[in-house]
């Protein structure tokens, strides 16, 4: 069974600054990762998403993640973040053990500093 | 495009009343549907899914369940309400046969007293 470990519960960053979201998994086949978006009482908006191919995936919004096979990661990274950034990110794995079911990490709570 | 909607938006319910949460999708036909509910502090949990009318497989039991009268029609009900239904319930779907992106809708927040 596929697993999700998103660290650190709450990310606080300034305005302009890196934003970085890690987050590592395990599967025993090949996996489709993606990252989703969370607004206060909103529904999930996917980000972006690994399936196959280059591993370096860009998404909506400036967001892009990079799989990392060897590092069983897929770390969400934004060069400079805006206000309009704070949310609630969640990472999750599919895979085909598990019927591309998505599991999904706890989720990180990003506020941004003005 | 399709489209997924969610109702009501909002419910407060009383310990031991009944529940009806409707999903219905636009834009596609014989999607792949789910429910998920997101209890304070926690992640989504999976509740059901299901792959075709009459089709459901629950993934935690509990005293809850789903149906899909229609293809494009997911319900979450309950006979009896507890405190701990409490959450944000979602709905998902994915395009048939494809594996990868589940959309979802707008969500529904349950609170039970």
């Known amino acids: 069974a596929q697993s999700v470990t998103q660290l650190g519960s709450h990310v606080s960053v300034s305005e302009g600054a890196l934003v970085l979201l890690r987050c590592n998994y395990s599967?025993?086949?090949?996996?489709?990762l993606f990252w989703y978006v969370q607004y206060p009482n909103q529904g999930l908006q996917l980000l972006l998403k690994?399936?196959?191919?280059?591993?370096l995936v860009k998404g909506i919004n400036g967001f892009e993640a990079e799989f990392k096979k060897s590092e069983t990661s897929f770390h969400l990274t934004k060069p400079s973040a805006h206000m309009s950034d704070a949310a609630e990110y969640f990472c999750?794995?599919?895979?085909?053990?598990?019927?591309?079911?998505?599991?999904f990490g706890a989720g990180t709570t990003v506020t941004v500093r003005a | 495009s399709q489209t997924i909607h969610q109702w009501p938006a909002t419910l407060v319910q009383p310990v031991g009343s009944p529940l009806s949460l409707e999903c219905t999708v636009e834009?596609?036909?014989?999607?792949?549907l789910y429910w998920y509910r997101q209890a304070a502090g926690r992640g989504l949990q999976l509740l059901f899914y299901?792959?075709?009318?009459?089709?459901i497989s629950s993934e935690v039991p509990q005293n809850l369940s789903a149906s899909r009268p229609q293809d494009r029609q997911f319900i979450l009900s309950s006979k009896k309400l507890l405190l701990s239904d409490s959450g944000f319930y979602l709905c998902?779907?994915?395009?048939?046969?494809?594996?990868?992106?589940?959309?979802f809708g707008p969500g529904t927040r349950l609170t039970v007293l």
């Open positions: 690994y399936t196959t191919g280059a591993t």
């Open positions: 999750a794995v599919s895979d085909l053990s598990n019927d591309y079911k998505l599991s």
């Open positions: 299901s792959v075709g009318i009459g089709q």
């Open positions: 599967s025993s086949v090949p996996p489709y």
């Open positions: 998902a779907w994915r395009f048939e046969g494809l594996t990868d992106t589940q959309y």
């Open positions: 834009g596609t036909s014989n999607p792949n």
